[in-house]
C-alpha cells in the first residue's frame, strides 16, 4: 500500500465496514489464531485477514487489493507446507467460514464451499454411499487440493479430484465472477484442473461421486513390513500394483510405527515398511483381490479391516494434528528403480524418529488413462508421486527435519521422472515449477494472460503470464 498509516488504517476500516464477515488486523484479537496455519514453521503477519462469509466478500476483497495495490493471499484449508496462503503484509482472502455442502445422490454430485476439508466432503457424501477422489488424509483442504491436482485412495478406480471436477465459481483477477466448466471459460477450466490458485479465487466445487464399496463401506488398512523387509516389499509392490485390479489402491511408505492403539505396543517407535490399502469394490469380492496382500512376506502387522470410507480417510488426522513443523520435498517417479530403493533404505535408517515419514502415491489406472494435455496436470505416466516429510512436534528440530528431507531427495531426485506434484512444492523457485508443468506450462501462462495480466494471483507456484 503506497499511502500513509493512518490512510491504511482508514481504508481497512472502510472494507470491514463493507464485509459481512470480519476484518482481522494486527493487534486485534484473534489475530495470532488467524494468521497460523497447519505448519508451524510458517511465521507470517498479514496486514489483514478478511473472514468471508460469502461471494459478495470475496468480490470486495479482490477489488481492494487491486484497488490499494495490496497484495491478496487466498486461504482454503491452510495445508499447504509451504505456507501459501498466508503472506506478508498481505490482505488473506480467508474462506475456512465457507464450509457447505450440497449432496446430489440423483445426479450422483457433491458442491462444496471452498473452505471445505475433506473430511467435510467426505461426510456429506459417504452417507449417500459414494464419494468423489480426494487424498490420503480428512483435514486437508479440499480447494488447494483440487487446483493442484488432488492424488488419493480412489484415483486408481476414478481419476484424480480434477478429473472429477465438473465446475468451478471463480472471482477473477477485476473482481468479476464466472462459472468454469467444459462449456463455459472451458480455458479457464482447464487451467483450473491444476494449475493451482493462478486464475482467480474459486468460491465453490461442483464434483462427481462414485458408489464405493458397500453403502460407503470399504475394506481399508495399513500392512506393515519389518525396515530391513524393504527392499524386497518395495520389489514385490511395484510389480503387484500394475495388475491388481483398480478397486484396490495402496500407497507405500517409510515410517515410525506410532506409539499408540490400534498398533501393538511392542512395535511402538519401530522403523517400518508400510503399504495402506483401500478396497472400494463389492465386498463379496474382496477375500479373492486382498489374498496376494495379506499372504506377502512376514508382515509385523495386518490391519485391514471393513470400515466406513470416512474412518480411513480420517485415520492419519489425529497423528498429524496442526501446529507441528513441516518441511517436505518430493518429485514423480516412472518407476521405483533398484537404485531408488538402495537410497530409500539409506536414508530411511537415518529417519528421524516419531512423525517423519516417505510416502509413494500411485497415479496410475484411470488417472494415467487422461491424456496429459487434457488438464493442465502434466504427469499422467508418473507412476507414483513420492514425498519426502521431515516432521516434528518441536521447532528446535526444524534444521534437523529439514536436512534429513533435503538430503534424501538430493540423492532420489536422479532416479525420478524430473519434475514434482506442485502441491508437494515448498517454495523452491521457477524451474521447479515449470518442471511441475512440462509440456502444459506455456498454455498455462497464455490463459494466465488472459485472465490475470498483472498477476494480481501470485502468491502461489506461480505461473507467470505469457508476454
Ligand atoms: C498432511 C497433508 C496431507 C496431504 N495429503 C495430500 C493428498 O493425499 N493428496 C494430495 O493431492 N495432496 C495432499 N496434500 C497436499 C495438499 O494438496 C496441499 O498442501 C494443498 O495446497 C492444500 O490445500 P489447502 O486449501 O489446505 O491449502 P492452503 O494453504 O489454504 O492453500 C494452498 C494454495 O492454494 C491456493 N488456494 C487455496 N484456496 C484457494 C481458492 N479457493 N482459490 C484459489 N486459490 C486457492 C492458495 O493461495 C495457496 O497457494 C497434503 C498436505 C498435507 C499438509
Request: proline share 6%; glycine share 12%.
Amino acid at each position: 500500500m503506497t499511502t500513509t498509516p493512518t490512510q491504511a488504517a482508514a481504508a481497512y476500516a472502510d472494507l470491514a465496514a463493507a464485509l459481512r464477515g470480519d476484518l482481522i488486523t494486527p493487534g486485534q484479537p484473534g489475530y495470532d489464531a488467524a494468521r497460523a496455519v497447519y505448519n508451524a514453521m510458517i511465521d507470517k503477519r498479514p496486514a489483514a485477514i478478511a473472514r468471508c462469509h460469502d461471494v459478495a466478500d470475496v468480490i470486495a476483497c479482490v477489488r481492494f487489493g487491486r484497488e490499494h495495490g495490496v497484495e491478496l493471499a487466498v486461504r482454503g484449508g491452510g495445508h499447504n507446507a509451504g505456507g501459501l496462503g498466508v503472506w506478508d503484509d498481505a490482505l488473506v482472502i480467508d474462506l475456512s467460514l465457507l464450509r457447505s455442502t450440497t449432496v446430489s445422490p440423483a445426479n450422483h454430485t457433491v458442491r462444496a464451499d471452498a473452505g471445505c476439508t475433506w473430511g467435510d466432503v467426505d461426510h456429506a457424501t459417504v452417507a449417500f454411499g459414494m464419494a468423489t477422489p480426494s487424498g490420503f488424509i480428512a483435514s486437508t483442504g479440499v480447494a488447494g487440493l483440487t487446483l493442484g491436482g488432488g492424488i488419493g485412495y480412489l484415483s486408481r478406480r476414478f481419476g484424480l479430484t480434477v478429473d472429477n471436477l465438473l465446475a468451478a465459481d471463480v472471482v477473477l483477477a477485476d473482481g468479476t465472477f464466472v462459472t468454469a466448466s467444459e462449456g463455459s471459460h472451458n480455458d479457464l477450466f482447464w487451467a483450473l484442473r491444476g494449475g493451482g490458485g493462478n486464475f482467480g479465487v474459486v468460491t465453490s466445487f461442483t464434483f462427481r461421486c462414485h458408489d464405493i464399496g458397500e453403502n460407503g463401506t470399504i475394506i481399508g488398512g495399513p500392512v506393515l513390513y519389518d525396515f530391513a523387509d524393504t527392499p524386497e516389499v518395495m520389489r514385490w509392490y511395484r510389480e503387484l500394483l500394475p495388475v491388481l485390479p483398480e478397486e484396490l489402491s495402496g500407497w507405500i511408505g517409510l515410517i515410525t510405527i506410532p506409539p499408540a492403539p490400534p498398533f501393538p505396543e511392542v512395535l511402538w517407535g519401530r522403523k517400518s515398511c508400510a503399504i495402506v490399502w483401500c478396497y472400494t469394490g463389492p465386498l463379496d469380492g474382496a477375500d479373492q483381490v486382498l489374498e496376494p496382500v495379506k499372504t506377502f512376506g512376514s508382515p509385523l502387522v495386518v490391519g485391514l479391516h471393513a470400515m466406513p470410507f470416512t474412518a480411513l480417510q480420517s485415520a492419519f488426522d489425529p497423528l498429524y494434528p496442526a501446529g507441528l513443523q513441516w518441511y517436505w520435498r518430493a518429485d514423480f517417479f516412472n518407476e521405483i528403480s533398484d537404485a531408488a530403493i538402495g537410497v530409500h533404505v539409506k536414508h530411511g535408517e537415518e529417519m528421524p524418529a516419531g512423525h517423519s515419514t516417505m510416502h509413494l502415491y500411485p497415479i496410475d489406472g484411470a488417472a494415467s488413462r487422461v491424456p496429459e494435455d487434457a488438464t493442465a496436470f502434466a504427469y499422467r505416466d508418473g507412476g507414483w508421486a513420492g514425498v519426502i516429510v521431515g516432521v516434528d512436534p518441536d521447532p528446535a528440530n526444524a534444521g534437523l527435519i529439514s536436512r534429513w528431507a533435503r538430503d534424501y531427495w538430493q540423492d532420489l531426485h536422479p532416479t525420478s521422472a524430473g519434475g514434482a506434484y506442485v502441491n508437494f512444492l515448498m517454495n523452491e523457485g521457477q524451474d521447479r515449477v515449470k518442471a511441475a508443468y512440462r509440456g502444459n506450462y506455456d498454455r498455462l501462462a497464455e490463459v494466465k494472460r488472459r485472465y490475470d495480466r498483472d498477476n494480481v494471483f501470485h502468491i502461489n507456484q506461480n505461473i507467470q503470464p505469457a508476454r
